[in-house]
DNA sequence: AGTCACGTCGTTTTT
DNA sequence: CGACGTGACT
């Protein structure tokens, strides 16, 4: 049943909106979800629109299920007709459907990160490049990026011709790409761009899907790249019978929570949404529902900060809450301590653990709050770190299934080729896939004809006859079979006696136990799945349909709402939740915003991009937000000395409890103090100009640190350490602050240049203290407020 | 072929 | 600190 008078104006609007594009703005805590269910039933209920044509992007999988839930509470019938799905699980169907239009087989594999990493290792190796001068995080962040924009390994080779350093990286995108093909196997990136491929060179299938979905939404849209973009616009133009074009694509989103740029993520999606598509109906919800006024004035206050936004503030009729605190503790055990002790006290008091959250900047914090939350035998759900479908155990016996499902997946082959261990070594590996490459085979091909193979001893040959006839007997036993995803595990188990084998080799029995554990997860989660397909009567194959599932899952979708407990995970990942009870810690300089943030060469936008994050953080938070920070932190061995965060001084102080958990004169011995290391490793290269954004507020309150952070340039100075006693208050120098507005070199009135937007008439100049707040009218993209010192502005 | 010991290097964040 | 690769030895 709908119950229209339960929405606010804007959200009514949105909701009983019907054709042409919609651009949502709704900011965190608006009620969005509701405004999109609300309009999925209306268009179901009143409208009599067929669930059917109804497709519905969410960000995780998770909350897909529960936006088709919340659907299904709305509507009569039907809710289990509507296509809700993620980028990635939408394209890797549709694919898997017609990709043999592109000369793929449609058994393809998805390949993770970790598969993605072997693969561009592998070529490296074979290409002889120096992976200590190139890394292969360069190759696959820049074959990444690529792929996000859309650009191909031939175009990215003939664009850098002549650029020594790009070429290497096209030879290598050309490689990974064949390499891919001849595996029958798809990346992440590869699920986008092949499915913009397919949809541009199959237009009958195109036409298929866009007179199938009359309606589309999309959620979280400030976090969709380019090929998303594209995507959409291929799906959604639709050309009616008359010849009009319409575009009913409704998308929703914030630019304040825009946190995957590193990703791709193109924040000018939802900006130039309204210049994308013309005749956009625009709506902005701006009120909040789910924040005490408190908290939303803090995520307000600090948000403000940014230059590169929609100007919106949020408001809630809420009442005003408690002071949101900040804690500071002497180090990072102090404050996974101090939160825990504070949990434990909520706990008392009658709250519910499940009410609580605690989110961090980076996965490697979760130790130890993991720790103290064992210690105490406080329940809780860790989002994140190590993936259960990357543990060892269970990507070997992925790596089986994939083996079964598809033969030219030699990177699943290679990687089971000798586990259980077979006596099967790398010599031997080398010597069939030379072979392979000879003869332009697979490796699994290769292996079937091992009998041919020169240089291979006849023990190991009949070693690796003996695999691949394990691995041809799975196949036609799972065939004539009919066999379930479960019944090939068990057999695979019982086949290579994978179960004796990580009891030999297992350090503990702690780890046997772990490890058989995960294995029996893994066929539950089997079972679980095949249950599911035969409730959906949908016609794929139940072991393909389960890899595919298997490789698309998220961390956040692996959460068990029935389970209590306190949620311990990154910022990223709380994205679109809400907690009653948020802990935000690890607020330091070099932690959040990072180090390689600060030292980036654009740290403008980059520290923009971590309070967008910081903001999330805060606006996850319902009743009562609480802050840390630790002056000592344990970090990739070493120990560090950080300042607390800019983001804290954005606070406006009133707004902020302030508790001062430190011991003066004894939180740092000398004996743990590594002599090697001082102050100026405190997260800044002397040599690096640190530029703070431009800042509207900021207030002072640095008596609570050893350390001014104003100016972290001063720790330069090595006499710092030695004098950098508690409390010490440093003062800031103004070295490269307060310029004078002439050294500009423009002013007020003048036409300027700009990389991105072009041409524009500076209209205002205001001093920020370090830099200046430029406003700039340009007439492509109107009015811009920047920083002088990032923008680059030249008078023309 | 397999194992062990030592050196290097690095972290954001994730579908 | 810990994951991972290299190289020497059994």
Not at 77 to 106: K, Q, W
Not at 485 to 501: A, F, K, Q, R
Not at 691 to 720: C, G, H, N, V
Not at 755 to 761: A, I, L, N, S, W
Request: hydrophobic share 35%; glycine share 6%; net charge negative.
């Amino acid at each position: 049943m709908i119950d229209y008078d339960t929405l606010n104006p804007e959200q009514l609007k949105a909701v009983l909106h019907e054709d042409g594009p919609l651009l949502i703005l709704a900011g965190a805590g608006s009620g969005k979800t509701r405004v999109l269910t609300h309009r999925i039933a209306h268009l179901i209920e009143e409208c009599d629109v067929n669930p059917y044509s109804i497709l519905a992007i969410t960000f995780t999988n998770k909350a897909a299920q529960e936006m088709r839930h919340r659907v299904d509470r709305l509507v009569t019938t039907g809710a289990e007709d509507i296509f809700v799905s993620t980028f990635h699980s939408m394209c890797a169907r549709f694919l898997r459907r017609d990709i043999d239009r592109l000369g793929y087989e449609n058994s393809f594999t998805i390949y993770d990160a970790d598969d993605q990493k072997a693969l561009i290792k592998s070529i490296l190796k074979d290409f002889q490049v120096d992976t200590k001068v190139f890394k292969e995080r360069t190759f696959i962040n820049a074959i990444s990026d690529a792929k996000n924009d859309l650009i191909t390994a031939e175009e990215y080779d003939s664009s850098t011709a002549g650029n020594y350093n790009l070429q290497k990286i096209a030879a290598v995108y050309l490689e990974y790409q064949r390499r891919l093909k001849a595996n029958n196997a798809l990346d992440f990136d590869d699920l986008l761009m092949k499915t913009v491929e397919l949809f541009k060179e199959a237009p009958d299938v195109l036409e298929r899907y866009r007179r199938r979905f009359r309606y589309i939404m999309v959620d979280e849209y400030q976090d969709t790249n380019h090929a998303q973009f594209v995507l959409l616009r291929q799906l959604a133009e639709r050309i009616g019978d008359d010849g009009s074009i319409e575009h009913n694509l409704c998308v929703v989103g914030d630019d304040d929570q825009s946190i995957y740029r590193f990703r791709g993520a193109d924040i000018r999606n939802i900006l130039d949404f309204e210049s994308q598509y013309t005749d956009t109906t625009v709506i902005k919800l701006e009120k909040n529902y789910r924040s005490t006024q408190t908290i939303l004035d803090v995520a307000n206050g600090v948000i403000e900060n940014n230059i590169e936004r929609k100007a919106k503030t949020m408001w809630t009729d809420n009442p005003k809450g408690d002071a949101v605190k900040l804690n500071i503790y002497d180090s990072d055990i102090l404050e996974a301590k101090g939160i825990a002790d504070d949990i434990e006290k909520r706990r008392s008091d009658g709250v519910s653990l499940s009410d609580c959250a605690i989110l961090y900047r980076t996965n490697a914090q979760s130790r130890l709050l993991e720790e103290q939350m064992v210690v105490r035998g406080i329940p809780y759900k860790l989002v994140g770190g190590v993936n259960f479908y990357s543990r060892m155990e269970v990507k070997d016996i992925l790596s089986y299934l994939r083996t079964v499902e598809n033969g030219l997946d030699s990177l699943a082959v290679t990687r089971i080729l000798n586990v259980p261990k077979r006596g099967i070594g790398n010599t031997t590996v080398s010597k069939v896939q030379a072979y392979a490459d000879l003869r332009d085979l697979s490796f699994f091909e290769a292996l079937c004809e091992v009998p041919y193979i020169q240089g291979i001893s006849a023990s190991t040959k009949a070693k690796i006859t003996a695999f691949t006839e394990l691995i041809t007997n799975l196949r036609s036993k799972a065939a004539n079979e009919r066999l379930s995803v479960e019944e090939i595990i068990d057999e695979i188990l019982n086949e290579t006696g994978y179960i004796d084998y990580i009891d030999e080799y297992a350090d503990s029995d702690d780890e046997v136990i772990e490890r058989r554990s995960n294995i029996d997860e893994l066929k539950n989660k089997a079972a679980a799945f095949e249950e599911s397909l035969v409730l959906s009567d949908s016609e794929a194959m139940p072991l393909s349909a389960f890899l595919q599932e298997v490789s698309l899952v998220s961390d956040i979708d692996e959460v068990d709402d029935s389970v209590g407990g306190v949620t311990l995970m990154t910022l990223h990942s709380a994205k679109g939740l809400e907690f009653p009870y948020v802990y935000i810690c690890g607020l330091e300089e070099g932690l959040f915003p990072g180090r390689s943030v600060l030292m980036s060469e654009d740290p403008g936008s980059e520290i923009e991009e971590e309070r967008r994050l910081f903001y999330v953080g805060i606006t996850r938070a319902m009743k009562e937000l609480t802050l840390s920070c630790a002056k000592q932190r344990m970090l990739r061995g070493e120990i560090n000395f950080n300042d607390k965060s800019r983001f804290l001084k954005e606070i406006p102080p009133h707004l902020l409890d302030i508790t001062s958990n430190t011991k003066p004169h004894t939180y740092i011995s000398e004996r743990e103090r590594p002599s090697r290391r001082n102050f100026d490793d405190s997260g800044f290269e002397p040599d690096v100009p640190y530029r703070s954004s431009f800042k509207q507020k900021q207030y002072d309150i640095s008596d609570e640190f050893i350390f001014d952070l104003e100016t972290p340039s001063s720790f330069k100075s090595p006499k710092a350490s030695s004098s950098a006693g508690p409390a010490v208050a440093r003062q800031a120098p103004r070295s490269f602050g307060s310029r004078d507005a002439s050294t500009l070199g423009f002013a007020v009135g003048d036409t300027v240049s700009h990389m991105k937007f072009g041409e524009g008439v500076v209209k205002d100049i205001v001093s920020g203290g370090k830099d200046f707040e430029i406003t700039v009218d340009f007439p492509t993209v109107g009015t811009r407020k920047m920083l002088a010192s990032f923008a680059h502005l030249k008078k023309v």
